[in-house]
């Protein structure tokens, strides 16, 4: 059984940075393509960030480029997503998930991944 767990949320001041981790266990980590999502409060769950199997290609949503990065780390079965310049508009659950869509694409709707951690909350004072 494949589980995802992120950690890394928490509260910081606007302009600050965080970085996320989500690690993957029960399945083969290295040929899933990976993605980051949001859900801040009475809203949909957004795209964030993408990186795609075997890795070297990456996507962001608009309001993230520039200030987000995505990388992975095949060896740990760990994804991250360093979040940089913090806004307080970043505020959100953030969600890791991951898809056993190999093509070497990276994919940017929810219904593209297979699997999904529960979330860590990052907050952003304004």
């Known amino acids: 059984q494949v589980q995802l767990v992120e950690s890394g949320g928490g509260l910081v001041q606007a302009g600050g940075s965080l970085r996320l981790s989500c690690a993957v266990s029960?399945?083969?980590?290295?040929?899933?393509?990976l993605g980051w999502f949001r859900q801040a409060p009475g809203k949909e769950r957004e795209f964030v960030a993408a990186i795609n199997w075997p890795g070297g290609n990456t996507n962001y949503g608009d309001s993230v480029k520039g200030r987000f990065t995505i990388s992975r780390d095949d060896a740990e079965s760990t994804v991250y997503l360093q979040m940089n310049s913090l806004k307080p508009e970043d505020t959100a659950v953030y969600y890791c998930a991951a898809s056993r869509r190999n093509r070497g694409w990276t994919y940017t709707g929810r219904s593209d991944y297979d699997y999904w951690g529960p979330g860590t909350q990052v907050t952003v004072p304004s």
């Open positions: 029960g399945g083969t980590f290295s040929r899933y393509a």
